[in-house]
């Protein structure tokens, strides 16, 4: 008996082939399945599916390699090792809204991740959560440094600025100071208000200006602050060499103490009774001698910067240098004085000098004049008349010779002595001088000179009133 199964191997045949496609289709899954688990084993960051009991559903081996499996225990047991979940975990809120949620996390390899999570259906419909973790620890460690480096960059110009505007200020509080010293006549009497504007700018409580007294030997206070009136008595005097101050002024050195309170140096022992913690003291020169000190202390910390120093310097040249100015006009002001009453000296010498001059040229003339007259008095009186005698002898004599040309010479000549003599007296004291006054002599001069000089003479005289001879 035959029976046919044509059918049957046909049907045989088709299942053969769908088994076979079936085959071919689920290699063909797996192959997906696992080029997708290669593709999510080799992201670089975690991903990992959470059901809502806290359980790890799936994980890639980036996950696994830095944490290790669940083995079925909830996340928070073999992650931190709890018994209840982390209050800062923020992976449940997408159940709560079915929206995604990004948020930050640190793992327990101390680490920072970057934390993407999704609402996600599982194949049987229940839900899940995707959780995606983005390994941020090096951007987190760049953003830190970066952060730290704008927080110390900003610190830098904060600090930079800071120092900008405190230059500025003590530039101006210098030009401040410059300009009042400048323009005071007396710079000691505002020495103690430029010295508190100095104060205010350094955070200063006391200071002490000392001037020279006795050069070498000892100095007085001229101006101070921060201290009462009966301890500034007490220190009025400082001898050199004494204290801090006097040890400047010895040495011609300035003095920089520092956390004075915990310091057992004799100099500043001074200080120290004030409560002084940083002093620094500056000389004052002027026309390289040493003139003073000039210090400011404070209380409020141990030391000054370089940059307080400098500016205390600069204060205690500009006060020297108005110092020097006050020295050196006072000086001045001396020497001028010292001049003017030398020239009035000089001058009432002068004017007496001159007045015995006058005096004594007056007496010369008077006496030129009283010995002119005395000699044409003798010439007219004596002179005159003996001569004239001797004609008239001579005379009588040729009356009773006879003609002696000898005797009528010695006549001629006895004539004409008498003629000179007569001249030369009233030349010496003209007798018109003193009856008639100076015009009348001088109009009477040009006919005797006329008569004796070949040179032409010519008088004019305008109206003077007559002056009156001694006699």
């Known amino acids: 008996m035959f029976t046919d199964i044509t059918e049957r191997k046909q049907s045989d045949a088709a299942l053969k082939d769908i088994s ?4 071919s289709a689920k290699l063909s899954v797996e192959q997906e399945r696992k080029r997708f688990r290669d593709v999510l084993d080799m992201l670089p960051a975690y991903l990992i599916l959470l059901s809502p009991d806290n359980r790890v559903q799936f994980a890639n081996s980036f996950f696994e390699g830095r944490f290790g499996k669940s083995d079925g225990r909830r996340c928070y047991e073999y992650l931190f090792e709890r018994s209840e979940p982390c209050e800062n975990c923020e992976s449940f809120k997408v159940l709560e809204n079915n929206e995604p949620h990004r948020w930050e996390w640190v793992g327990p390899d101390g680490r920072n991740y970057d934390i993407y999570d999704f609402p996600f259906t599982d194949t049987d419909g229940s839900q899940l959560i995707m959780e995606m973790g983005i390994d941020i620890t090096e951007r987190k460690k ?11 960059l900003e610190q830098h110009v904060a600090e930079r600025t800071a120092e900008l505007r405190s230059r500025k200020e003590r530039l101006q509080l210098t030009a401040i100071i410059a300009e009042r010293l400048l323009h005071t006549e007396n710079p000691q009497m505002i020495i103690e208000d430029l010295c508190r504007l ?6 200063c409580q006391f200071f002490f200006n000392y001037l020279v007294e006795v050069p070498g030997e000892r100095m007085h206070l001229n101006a101070f602050a921060g201290i009462p009136s009966e301890a500034a008595s007490a220190i009025r005097l400082i001898d050199f060499g004494v204290s801090v101050c006097g040890c400047v002024e010895k040495d011609g050195e300035r003095i920089i103490a520092e956390n004075i309170q915990n310091d057992h140096d004799l100099q500043t022992r001074l200080v120290k009774t004030f409560g002084v913690q940083a002093y620094c003291c500056h000389t004052l020169m002027a026309q390289g001698r040493p003139i003073g000190t000039l210090s400011f202390g404070t ?8 940059d307080e120093i400098a500016l205390m310097k600069s204060i205690s040249d500009q006060v020297a240098v108005a110092m020097r100015r006050l020295m050196s006009e006072k000086e001045l002001r001396q020497l001028n004085e010292t001049l003017e009453v030398r020239i009035a000296e000089r001058t009432e010498i002068a004017v007496k000098r001159t007045k015995q001059l006058q ?14 007259r005395r000699i044409a008095d003798l010439l007219h009186d004596d002179l005159q008349q003996m001569l004239a005698a001797a004609k008239m002898q001579l005379q009588s004599l040729q009356v009773n010779t006879m003609h002696d040309p000898v005797l009528e010479l010695v006549t001629e000549i006895l004539q004409e002595s008498i003629a000179k003599s007569r001249q030369l007296s009233h ?9 008639s006054g100076i015009i009348a002599a001088l109009n009477w001069r040009p006919g005797i000179w006329k008569s004796s000089s070949v040179l032409p003479l010519r008088l004019k005289s305008l109206s003077i009133t007559r002056l009156k001879m001694s006699p």
């Open 20 to 23: 076979g496609k079936f085959e």
């Open 142 to 152: 760049a953003e830190s440094a970066l952060q730290k480096l704008n927080q110390e």
């Open 198 to 203: 100095v104060m205010k700018h350094l955070d």
């Open 299 to 306: 209380k409020t910390r141990t030391n000054f910067t370089e």
């Open 359 to 372: 005096s004594l040229a007056v007496e010369l003339i008077e006496a030129e004049q009283k010995e002119r």
């Open 427 to 435: 030349e010496l004291y003209p007798a018109v001088l003193q009856t």
